[in-house]
Structures are given as C-alpha cells and as structure tokens.
C-alpha cells in the first residue's frame, strides 16, 4: 500500500512538472554578481548611479528578462518581456525562438551581448514612436549604431508574461511593450547621466 502511494505521488509529480528538475529550471538566476558590476562601471564612468537595465536572454522570451534594477534599494523595480534578434539573415537558424544566437555584424539580425549606453532620444516608427539609440561598449557590440540596434517598443509585444509561448522576434534590437516603453522613457528623460543598459545570457 505505502509503494503504491509513493507511486501515485511520484507520478503525480512528474506529470505536473513539479520533480527535482522542474523545480530546477524554475529558479530565478541569481543576478548579484552583475549588479555589483554594473555599480562599480556606473561609478567609474560617471553613469546613472540609481539604476542600470540588465536584459537577460538566457531566460525564455516568453517571460520576463528586462530588469530595472534599483541600486538605492538593492532590488529589482520593474520587469518585463523582451525580443531577441532572429539571427537568420543568410542562415537557416531553427532554434531562433529557444536559442538566442549572438552576432556583432552587418545585417546577423542577430542580438549583440554586452554593456550600451543608453544615448541620445529620437522619433521611432514602432511602437509609441520612440527610440533610444545604443552606443555599444565591448567587442562584441561595438557595431550597434552602424546597425541600428535601438532600444524602442512594438505594438506585438504583450505587456506581461506570455509562456509557453514566445515573443516575437527583432532584427537585433531589444524591444519592449508600448507600455513598458512609456515607463522607460519617463525614466530616461529624468536623468542627466548616461544609463547603462546590459545584456547578457
């Protein structure tokens, strides 16, 4: 009788997705190492010392990977979903929507890892029509304006979590809800200092 309850249990479990693994998968990453980073960076180069943007696209794009990260209060204000480039221009790329793949050249469609600065405020055609340009910071992003990598907003993107399904995919920009947009520019206008934006995976 006991084997036959633990069965039932055990299976139950698995059927859920609630075993060890799921358990696992489900663990929020633990982003401090990259916070004290970014605080140390933003000090250094004269950045907005009362928050930075951390995008993290290791995450599902389905959930939210978009944080704004508070350094007064040590926590996260505000998360929400981002897109991830497509990174299939002259290639057959089938996990695209599971598997974000990285690219700093011409025309990848790809997204590009590393630290931006969040520059100067222009007129967008997507979304509320707005955009930020991204200066990139490292190697691996140095292109960004050449490619127009902005940070802007588009009207298909949903405003809270999604999953299991995805979010659409961009031609490399990290782009927001037309909500989550407004929240970010009012924000951005606020502050007299470069903000650093972040992405790693």
Not at 155 to 169: G, Q, R, V
């Given at each position: 009788?006991?084997?036959?309850?633990?069965?039932?249990?055990?299976?139950?479990?698995?059927?859920?997705?609630?075993?060890?693994?799921?358990?696992?998968?489900?663990?929020k990453?633990?982003?401090?190492?990259?916070?004290?980073?970014?605080?140390?960076?933003?000090?250094?180069?004269?950045?907005?010392?009362?928050?930075?943007?951390?995008?993290d696209?290791?995450?599902?794009?389905?959930?939210?990977?978009?944080?704004?990260?508070?350094f007064?209060?040590g926590?996260?204000?505000?998360?929400?979903l981002?897109?991830?480039?497509?990174?299939?221009?002259?290639?057959?790329?089938?996990?695209?929507w599971?598997?974000?793949?990285?690219?700093?050249?011409?025309?990848?469609?790809?997204?590009?890892?590393?630290?931006?600065?969040?520059?100067?405020?222009d007129s967008?055609?997507w979304?509320?029509?707005?955009?930020y340009?991204?200066?990139?910071?490292?190697?691996?992003?140095?292109?960004?304006?050449?490619?127009?990598?902005?940070?802007?907003?588009?009207?298909?993107?949903?405003?809270?979590?999604?999953?299991?399904?995805y979010?659409?995919l961009?031609?490399?920009?990290?782009?927001?809800?037309?909500?989550?947009?407004?929240?970010?520019?009012?924000?951005?206008?606020?502050?007299?200092?470069?903000?650093?934006?972040?992405?790693?995976?």
């Amino acid at each position: 009788m006991i084997q036959r309850t633990l069965l039932f249990v055990s299976l139950y479990l698995i059927s859920c997705g609630e075993g060890p693994a799921a358990v696992k998968n489900n663990k929020k990453r633990d982003y401090a190492t990259f916070h004290k980073e970014a605080k140390a960076f933003c000090k250094k180069e004269k950045f907005n010392e009362d928050y930075y943007f951390l995008v993290d696209l290791s995450v599902h794009s389905g959930k939210n990977r978009f944080y704004i990260y508070d350094f007064k209060t040590g926590k996260i204000s505000d998360e929400k979903l981002v897109t991830h480039g497509s990174c299939d221009a002259g290639q057959v790329n089938d996990t695209k929507w599971e598997k974000v793949k990285f690219s700093n050249k011409d025309n990848s469609h790809c997204s590009s890892k590393g630290k931006y600065k969040i520059g100067k405020r222009d007129s967008s055609t997507w979304g509320i029509k707005i955009k930020y340009w991204l200066h990139g910071l490292e190697e691996t992003n140095s292109n960004a304006v050449d490619r127009i990598i902005v940070l802007h907003s588009w009207s298909a993107i949903s405003n809270t979590e999604i999953f299991p399904k995805y979010t659409p995919l961009s031609w490399g920009c990290p782009a927001v809800s037309d909500d989550f947009m407004k929240v970010l520019d009012k924000k951005l206008q606020k502050t007299n200092k470069p903000v650093l934006l972040w992405i790693i995976d």
